[in-house]
């Protein structure tokens, strides 16, 4: 068991204000997407605002940009919830409500029990920005291991036999 946890961010930016019509379906199933993260094996935590979620946070200086984080206990753990579970029939129609985006999404390794700061999370989706995937900025498809990760030791041969 690893003494790390994965960290994530996700941001979108809206067509639409959370308040406005266009938006009403996405904002409408935000507790049952979330009631389900918390449901799902390896959940850690999630950042809230003043409701159940974080839409109220305003991490940029774009007031349409919305921020999503989470802990899991793994890469495998998170991947389930986000391309497996209930979440993807959400996710297929994020192009109804968000404009698309280059860089949108980052991992990282925290240690157990951290709780990464929105300010941590923007500064680690900006470093995957500026230099691609590595150790402290990485996406799914270029996924780093825990930094408490080894591979196995070599074997200890008895000498004394």
């Not at 980052?106 to 150790?135: D, F, S």
Request: charge should be negative; glycine fraction near 6%.
């Amino acid at each position: 068991m690893s003494g790390y946890h994965l960290a994530q961010i996700n941001v979108g930016k809206l067509k639409a204000p959370i308040d406005a019509p266009e938006t009403a379906d996405f904002k409408n199933n935000l507790d049952r997407v979330n009631t389900l993260a918390e449901a799902s094996p390896g959940f850690v935590w999630r950042l809230t605002g003043e409701g159940n979620d974080a839409t109220d946070l305003v991490a940029f200086d774009d007031p349409l940009i919305i921020t999503n984080m989470s802990v899991w206990e793994s890469p495998a753990a998170l991947g389930a919830f986000v391309y497996r579970s209930g979440h993807v029939e959400i996710m297929r129609r994020r192009a109804e409500w968000f404009e698309p985006m280059d860089v949108f999404m980052a991992l990282w390794w925290v240690p157990a029990g951290h709780e990464p700061t929105v300010a941590e999370a923007v500064g680690r989706l900006a470093l995957l920005r500026r230099k691609g995937p590595g150790p402290q900025a990485f996406t799914f498809r270029e996924l780093y291991p825990a930094p408490d990760a080894q591979a196995a030791p070599p074997p200890v041969l008895d000498r004394c036999a």
